[in-house]
């Protein structure tokens, strides 16, 4: 059985998109494979829930990004991307940038795939509300979460911003001048420009 890890991503998942950068700043080598999920049989045997991304390591699934974030931070030699002295803030704040990211992506399925006679207003202002109100939470802590140093509630936290301006607006930036110059300037990292969000397949 080979020993490759195998990252099976989407071309535009924010949460794949995580993994792969935490896979970049730790140095581990990894095939990624970015698949259309919607055509994808093979991957149900490994995750039921036919989600990016998977990881397959010496044929065994590790399923859901933040268990691959966590087993790719425990398989590297390098610090650990989780702050000991904060750990459960960090761990919250992961939660709260999933929400973003669900709901994002929720919003963008019911605005895109459904037809707009179907579509329900109501579910869309639910989401946007939630990841406003989420990224202004986000705002007020910033003091607490940025340092010169990267940790794992930065990286999802500069997953899920840039696919909320990806996918829905940028102007959350007007209300959260601290963060919109915090992402800018992330940003420039390789690990962000080289995960930039591509085209996505067609929702089937
Ligand atoms: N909780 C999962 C969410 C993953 C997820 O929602 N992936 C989306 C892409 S962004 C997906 O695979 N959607 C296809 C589907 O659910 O059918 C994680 O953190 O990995």
């Given at each position: 059985?080979?020993?490759?890890l195998?990252l099976?991503?989407g071309?535009?998942?924010?949460f794949?998109r995580?993994?792969?950068v ?5 140095n ?13 049989r ?16 010496e044929g065994k699934?590790?399923?859901?990004s933040d268990?691959?974030c966590?087993y790719?931070?425990n398989?590297s030699n390098?610090?650990?991307?989780y ?5 459960w803030?960090?761990m919250?704040?992961?939660s ?10 929720n919003?963008y399925?019911?605005?895109s795939?459904?037809s707009?006679?179907?579509q329900?207003k109501k579910a869309?202002e639910r989401?946007?509300k939630?990841i406003l ?14 340092s010169?140093?990267i940790t794992?509630?930065?990286?999802a ?8 301006s990806f996918?829905?607006?940028s ?7 601290k963060?919109?110059?915090?992402l ?16 996505s397949?067609?929702?089937?």
């Open positions: 059985m080979s020993s490759e195998i099976y991503n071309p535009t998942s924010p794949g995580k993994c792969k935490v896979a970049l700043i730790l581990i080598e990894h095939k990624e494979d970015k698949i259309n999920i919607y055509k994808s093979f991957l149900d045997e490994f995750n039921p829930l036919r989600q990016v991304p998977t990881l397959i390591v699934a590790i399923t859901d268990n691959i966590l790719l931070d398989l390098e610090k650990s991307l702050p000991k002295d904060r750990y803030d960090c919250t704040m992961i709260v940038t999933n929400g973003i990211m669900e709901n994002a992506v919003r399925i019911e605005m795939a459904i707009e006679v179907e329900r869309i989401y946007e939630k109100r989420s990224i202004n939470w986000i705002e007020n802590k910033f003091e607490e979460i940025f010169n140093e794992m509630d930065q990286i936290i500069a997953c899920a911003l840039d696919y909320t996918r829905y607006t102007d959350w930036g007007i209300e959260n001048p963060l919109k110059a915090w800018e300037n992330i940003s420039k990292n390789d690990f962000m420009k080289s995960t930039k969000p591509g085209v397949f067609k929702y089937e």
